[in-house]
């Protein structure tokens, strides 16, 4: 399928931190053919293999989870509430359908508030506390610890630009998944990991442990980041500007020098983002495993983060696509 079609097919898919399944098998299915070894590990993580025998090992990280939330209590009538499952701005929630994943299969459910009438005029924030989802179909198969998932289909837009749930981090994974299809043409000397983990959006379970696992020299972490947010905190990044290349702590200053030589070489449109403390990303566990190892950020600029309407430029994918690619020809 084609970039824009990838990128839809992957925001469709429902997979909050730790209940990840289902996005991983869909992955799995889709890369079948294009690596040497497939494996999924006991976090969950799916891992394949490019070269997987040569000594020098570089590990290309995506996070397949999406933010969501769980059934946290079940009231009458048809109500339930729930609580978040990573960093959920419950604003952006309110009004829209959800699904409930249980046992017996998926109930659809909405999200609804107490109505101002109701609360008075001091009630002025939302919160997760006087929000409740009205369980429409089957109310008597929804259990407490269940996952909840906004229901929210993805668009196209001027055939170059996609809007959906989740593109934190499927963007990234769509980025590893034509990255990886690309290396089927290149000759690379080190071995190449492909990594769609699981659990980042909880502090990053999965990336630590498989890193560990891959005993790797070298890791690319394949993230998402703020695009045309004018603020002093973030770096200027402009979504259809290219991939974004990470500065800071969290990454390896000779393997950054590495990625801007080969974006310039190939000419490779590319930006730069400051990460003057933590990234945020798998980078700041994934360095520290073992006696370390060299990290490098490679992110797609994405609009309106942790929202149902993320956006994401396809030129920004297939351009980071082929920037990991040649990397690991260099590696």
Known sequence: MNTTELL???????????????VIQKIKDSIEGDADKVEID?????????????????????????IGAVVSKIEENGFVRISPVGGVDIRTWLAHRVRI?????????????????????????????NVFVNVLERHEDVRVGDPVILDVEPVEIKGKLVSGKALDNRAGCATSIK????????????????????????GGP???????????????????????????????VTLGGGPVIGTGPSCDPDFTDLAIKTAEELKIP?????????????????????????????????????????????????????????????L
């Open 42 to 66: 006991r976090m969950g993580n799916l891992i394949a293999w490019k070269n997987p025998g040569a000594p020098s090992r570089v590990g290309i990280f995506a996070h397949a989870d999406e």
């Open 270 to 330: 590319y930006q730069i983002e400051a990460l003057p403390g933590r990234s945020g990303t798998d980078s700041d566990h994934i360095q520290l495993v073992r006696s370390g190892v060299k990290t490098l950020i490679v992110s797609i600029p994405l609009k309106y983060m942790h929202t149902p309407c993320e956006v994401v430029s396809v030129d920004d994918v297939e351009l980071s696509a082929r920037l990991i690619a040649e990397i690991v020809t260099r």
């Open 101 to 129: 994943f249980t046992s017996k299969g998926p109930v659809m459910g909405v999200i609804g508030v107490i109505a101002p009438h109701l609360t008075g005029a001091e009630v002025k924030d939302h919160s997760f506390d």
């Open 8 to 22: 839809k097919f992957l925001s469709r898919l429902n997979g909050p931190s730790g209940f990840e399944s289902d």
């Open 179 to 202: 990255a990886l299809k690309l290396l089927k043409k290149y000759v690379h000397k080190s071995a190449a990991a492909f990594v769609f983990n699981t659990t980042e959006e909880v």
């Open 206 to 236: 999965g990336a630590q442990t498989s890193a560990y696992k891959l005993n790797l020299t070298h890791a690319i972490v394949v993230e998402t980041t703020h695009a045309d947010e004018k603020t002093a905190e973030v770096s200027e």
